[in-house]
């Protein structure tokens, strides 16, 4: 299921804060679930400044193509050029080798707005019985 | 509230937890488990697809034949019977109304299989031809009867489909499969070996059990669409329409002017006679970001088309689309932009025919 150590967005984008205000992060299980087989991302460079809950990257599946959006403020520190090289990681282990960025976190209190993993199980079970109905 | 249509199979695409969506007012699945996985297994092995969407219908009677010659771009009398061929319903202007397989199944006995899209319009416009013409009997069997769709390399090594492997391409017989009345034709929308089989509603279950107990992938709508763009086969209602002719379509193969009279054959002379002045192209991407239909397409700073279908070519793992641009621009290695998201991605025409069997 998701990951413990994770904060969550409504927008289905996980962080999992390091020591030194720092964090990586990617998309959720339920966000490749929906997604499908993904094929392409677009990331911001490092360097590259993101705001909290603001677009920060494009990813593409075989059907469709959806934005993704920041769970914090910071700067990029490094992408994951392997799951560039091969997107499908982000299906296969969303919380492991297909974690998309890290950054350095610029306020780190925005972490409060976010759900913990108990929370986000709860809204995607909402969200999967709407579905259902 | 318009509800959605079900095929003889809704249960079972539901009870595999298939991921289910509205396409032409049918529910169907989009996916089982991923579209490339789907894909994959009809390129490697064997995958079947639910497509009762599809329109059957029976013509028949005395004058069905010569019925026919008029309102296709292809003639249907000279078909031998047990063979098929694809060919256009155009209306009087030239305009494509639908591309549809046609089968001769017996003496003044065809059938037609068509699109989903506006079925009632085609239907409707076939019985107008036809004049109410006591002679010409059409009989749209789609809601009684299930369709299959059986497609890839292994086709043939299945226990289920042995006994038709003797069919030529476009050959189709009446027979049975595990004790159950089909027709079964060597036709698909693949680019792979395969069958396509029709029975009664009532045999759907059986039929689609006894496909996957031999190993038989099921596949959904997303596969369907990545293996005929990559095999570079059009799509109704997206690749072309009534506003688009056959020859700037690339599909003058399904049209012969050489035959009598029919629907449309003087627009298409003259269309033929003028040229046309834009034409469908294949494209691939330089890079890895998808085409998809509706984009822009550009030629230094200058939008010249659109996009009609685009995506990623798995089998090629690369991204690729058809789409209309002016007939200067439609040849081979023309450089030509897709604006992707307001960001220009480099690409090239290249052959429409992505991806060829065996090649």
């Known amino acids: 299921m998701n990951s413990k150590d994770c904060k969550y967005t409504q927008e289905h984008e996980w962080i999992r804060p390091e020591p030194g205000n720092k964090g990586s992060i990617g998309l959720t299980d339920y966000a490749q679930s929906q997604l499908g087989d993904i094929v392409y991302l677009d990331l911001p460079a490092p360097g590259t400044q993101v705001e909290q809950f603001k677009k920060m990257g494009e990813v593409e599946s075989v059907k469709a193509v959806s934005d993704i959006f920041s769970p914090v403020s910071g700067q990029v520190l490094e992408i994951n050029q392997t799951v560039i090289d091969e997107p499908g990681l982000v299906n296969e282990d969303p919380y492991g080798a297909g974690w998309l960025v890290r950054l350095e976190l610029s306020k780190p209190s925005e972490l409060d707005a976010l759900m913990d993993s108990d929370k986000y199980d709860k809204f995607v079970a909402e969200l999967s019985e709407e579905e259902s109905e | 509230m318009k509800l959605l249509k079900k095929t003889p199979l809704n249960k079972v695409h539901h009870d595999l937890k298939a991921r289910m ?28 697809f639910d497509v009762s969407d599809m329109g059957r219908v029976w013509v028949s009677g005395r004058k069905a034949g010569s019925f026919l010659d008029k309102v296709l771009t292809k003639p249907a009398q000279q078909l031998e019977v047990g063979s098929a061929q694809l060919c256009l319903l155009c209306l009087e202007d030239g305009g494509i109304l639908d591309d549809l397989w046609v089968y001769h199944v017996g003496t003044d006995r065809y ?10 319009q085609k239907l409707d416009w076939l019985c107008r031809c036809s004049g109410s013409d006591p002679d010409i009997i059409i009989e749209d069997t789609s809601p009684d009867t299930v369709m299959l769709a059986v497609q890839g390399p292994s086709v043939c090594q299945l226990k289920n489909l042995k006994g038709v492997s003797h069919l030529p391409r476009f050959g189709h017989t009446q027979t049975k499969i595990g004790g159950l009345s089909v027709f079964v034709a060597r036709t698909g929308y693949t680019g792979e070996d395969g069958f396509e089989i029709i029975s009664h509603a009532a045999n759907a279950l059986p039929l689609w059990e006894s ?8 596949c959904g709508l997303g596969a369907r669409d990545s293996l005929r ?37 003087s627009a298409l002379l003259a269309i033929k006679r003028q040229g046309v002045k834009r034409k469908l192209i294949g494209f691939q991407v330089k890079g890895r970001e998808i085409a998809r239909s509706a984009y822009k397409i550009f030629k230094s700073d ?4 659109r996009v009609t279908s685009g995506g990623y070519a798995p ?15 439609a040849t081979i290695g023309t450089d030509i932009e897709i604006m992707i998201r307001n960001k220009p991605a480099a690409a090239q025409v290249v052959n429409k025919r992505f991806y060829q069997r065996g090649a």
């Open chain 2, 302 to 305: 200058q939008e010249v088309g």
């Open chain 2, 21 to 48: 969506i509205d396409f032409a007012g049918w529910e169907l699945p989009v996916w089982f488990t991923s579209i490339l996985a789907e894909h994959r297994a009809v390129r490697s092995g064997a995958g079947m």
């Open chain 2, 229 to 265: 763009l990559e095999a570079g086969m059009l799509l109704y209602g997206q690749d072309m329409d009534t506003g688009t002719n056959p020859f700037e379509a690339g599909l003058e193969w399904l049209v012969d002017l050489g035959k009598g009279e029919f629907i449309g054959k």
């Open chain 2, 211 to 218: 496909f996957m107990e031999q190993g038989v992938k099921p």
């Open chain 2, 315 to 329: 089998t090629l793992g690369v991204s690729i689309g058809l789409g209309y641009v002016p007939i200067e621009l």
């Open chain 2, 111 to 120: 059938l037609i299989v068509w699109n989903a899209a506006n079925i009632e």
